[in-house]
């Protein structure tokens, strides 16, 4: 069975207090659970969680003393800037978060890119300098309802993509630390999910965009992610499409009950 990535983007959601109740909710329920447990332990499955800067360090903290990122359990950062350090009010650097092993973060996400005017240029810069500084990154891309109404979801993801990584070297190993999520915006906190087959069809279209950007060996590795109302209810479908290898999921992610029971079908 492949390897499953189970990322949770808590947006702006949930303090320092919220913070530790759910990673101790969510250490409990993975010891009620075997089959999650065992697919964490032999690197079946990957469960990162995305919490606001301010509970970053708690968060970390509390994952080390549950003893959870020895198994595979991660904390990532919503969001980085391509400086390490400076006049840059607001803003987070990698040097910050690695202060803090904190090695994941998204990049690019629709909310960042539609509410924050985010512009590809952007997005580009912060992912190679996010990359080249050793983090790994969840570049998130994706069309919206206008674009896709009017035929224009594959150009779009194309310019996303490209833009996002121009001028790396597809021989360059720090390529291996690229993570890529599909997340249409109109899914986007709409509870309306993409119909597997429909988010299959972009997924496929990436990963052959990944083979003429990263060539094949390394496309092959680059986990594609699909995001945008991810439930249990629709999560074992989406989940086993061929060129989906994991889920983002914001709202469903906030419960560690309910984020677990996301990757529960694949649990043996
Ligand atoms: P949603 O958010 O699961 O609440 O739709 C997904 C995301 O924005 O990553």
Redesign the pocket.
């Known amino acids: 069975m492949k390897k499953i990535y189970l990322y949770g983007?808590w947006k702006m959601n949930k303090g320092v207090g919220d913070t530790e109740n759910f990673v101790n909710g969510l250490k409990s329920e993975i010891d009620k659970r075997n089959g999650i447990r065992s697919m964490l332990t032999s690197d079946k499955l990957e469960i990162v969680i995305f919490p606001s800067f301010i509970s970053l360090i708690k968060a970390k903290e509390a994952v080390c003393s549950c003893n959870l990122e020895d198994i595979n359990v991660g904390v990532g950062s919503q969001n980085i800037f391509y400086k390490e350090s400076g006049a840059y009010t607001g803003e987070i650097s990698w040097a910050m978060l690695q202060d803090i092993e904190c090695m994941y973060t998204l990049i690019g996400?629709s909310e960042r890119r539609h509410i924050f005017g985010e512009s590809d240029e952007l997005i580009s810069e912060k992912t190679k300098s996010a990359l080249e500084n050793n983090m790994k990154v969840i570049l998130c891309f994706g069309e919206t309802l206008n674009e896709r109404e009017n035929g224009d979801t594959e150009s779009v993801i194309e310019r996303q993509i490209v833009s996002a990584l121009q001028g790396i070297d597809k021989e360059n190993p720090m390529l291996d630390r690229l993570i890529v999520a599909y997340?249409p915006v109109w899914?986007?906190?709409t509870g309306k999910s993409a119909q597997p087959e429909d988010a299959e069809t972009v997924c496929s279209f990436t990963r052959d965009k990944l083979i003429s950007l990263l060539g094949s060996e390394r496309a092959s590795k680059c986990p594609i992610l699909y995001?945008?109302?991810?439930k249990p209810s629709n999560s074992e479908l989406l989940i086993g499409q061929e060129n989906i290898d994991g889920v983002?999921?914001?709202?469903?992610s906030l419960d560690p009950v309910m984020f677990l029971d996301i990757v529960q079908p694949f649990a043996l």
């Not at 995001?227 to 991810?230: E, I, L």
């Not at 983002?248 to 469903?252: E, M, S």
């Open positions: 983007n996400h997340e899914a986007i906190g995001g945008g109302s991810v983002l999921v914001g709202g469903a």
